[in-house]
T-cell receptor
Framework: SQTIHQWPATLVQPVGSPLSLECTVE??????LYWYRQAAGRGLQLLFY??????ISSEVPQNLSASRPQDRQFILSSKKLLLSDSGFYLC???????????FGSGTRLTVV | GENVEQHPSTLSVQEGDSAVIKCTYS??????FPWYKQELGKGPQLIID?????GEKKDQRIAVTLNKTAKHFSLHITETQPEDSAVYFC????????????FGKGTKLSVIP
C-alpha cells in the first residue's frame, strides 16, 4: 500500500533562518506531488506541485521554493524565513486524474 | 480556472441530527468531487468522492449528491456523533483532463453531545 511521510511534525525557527521540509511517498511511482500551506483556521493554499522529477510549478509568488530530486521525494525550502511563513504545511500525492489526494500528517512551523 | 465556494463556514448540530455542507463549482468540465475531513492538528483525509457520471453515493452515514446542471454538490452526514466534529473540505477537479483539485475554504462542524 502507498504511504506518505512528512517531517518534522513541529518546527520553531527564528526569522532569517533557512528551512527544509521533506516529504516522501512509498508504494507508488511517478506520483503527482503537492505542497500546501494552511494558516490557522483557514483553508488550503496550494504552494507548489510537481508531475515529475525536476518539474515544479509555483502557484503563488513567495519566500519559498520546492524541489523534487527523486521520483518520490519533494522538498520545501526557504533561504530566509519570514514571520508570515508560519503555518501548517501539508504535503500530498495523487495518482493522477480522477483520484483524490493523500495528505501527509503535516508540519507545524512557527517562525519567531 | 476553477472556483469552489463552500457553505456554511461553521456548523453546529446536536448529536444525532443531520449535517449538510454545500459546495458550488464554476467549471462545467469538472468531473471529480472529493470530500475531506481534517481533525485538529492532522492532515485532511479523503472520506468520500463522486464522479460526474453519478448523482449520489453513500457510505454508511455519509452521502454525497451531485447536481451537474446547477454545478453544486453536497455532503450529508446522518446520525452525527461527537467524533464527526472536524473541518470538512470539498474539492473539484480543475477541468477535464486535469489532475489538480481546487478546494473550498472549509466548514468547521461541531457536534454537540
Amino acid at each position: 500500500s502507498q504511504t506518505i511521510h512528512q517531517w518534522p511534525a513541529t518546527l520553531v525557527q527564528p526569522v532569517g533562518s533557512p528551512l527544509s521540509l521533506e516529504c516522501t511517498v512509498e508504494g507508488t511511482s511517478n506520483p503527482n506531488l503537492y505542497w500546501y500551506r494552511q494558516a490557522a483556521g483557514r483553508g488550503l493554499q496550494l504552494l507548489f506541485y510537481s508531475v515529475g522529477i525536476g518539474q515544479i510549478s509555483s502557484e503563488v509568488p513567495q519566500n519559498l521554493s520546492a524541489s523534487r530530486p527523486q521520483d518520490r521525494q519533494f522538498i520545501l525550502s526557504s533561504k530566509k524565513l519570514l514571520l508570515s511563513d508560519s503555518g501548517f504545511y501539508l504535503c500530498a500525492w495523487s495518482g493522477g486524474q480522477l483520484r483524490g489526494y493523500t495528505f501527509g500528517s503535516g508540519t507545524r512551523l512557527t517562525v519567531v | 480556472g476553477e472556483n469552489v465556494e463552500q457553505h456554511p463556514s461553521t456548523l453546529s448540530v446536536q448529536e444525532g441530527d443531520s449535517a449538510v455542507i454545500k459546495c458550488t463549482y464554476s467549471d462545467s468540465a469538472s468531473n471529480y468531487f472529493p470530500w475531506y475531513k481534517q481533525e485538529l492538528g492532522k492532515g485532511p483525509q479523503l472520506i468520500i468522492d463522486i464522479r460526474s457520471n453519478v448523482g449520489e453515493k453513500k457510505d454508511q452515514r455519509i452521502a454525497v449528491t451531485l447536481n451537474k446542471t446547477a454545478k453544486h454538490f453536497s455532503l450529508h452526514i446522518t446520525e452525527t456523533q461527537p467524533e464527526d466534529s472536524a473541518v470538512y473540505f470539498c474539492a473539484a477537479s480543475s477541468g477535464a483532463g486535469s489532475y489538480q483539485l481546487t478546494f473550498g475554504k472549509g466548514t468547521k462542524l461541531s457536534v454537540i453531545p
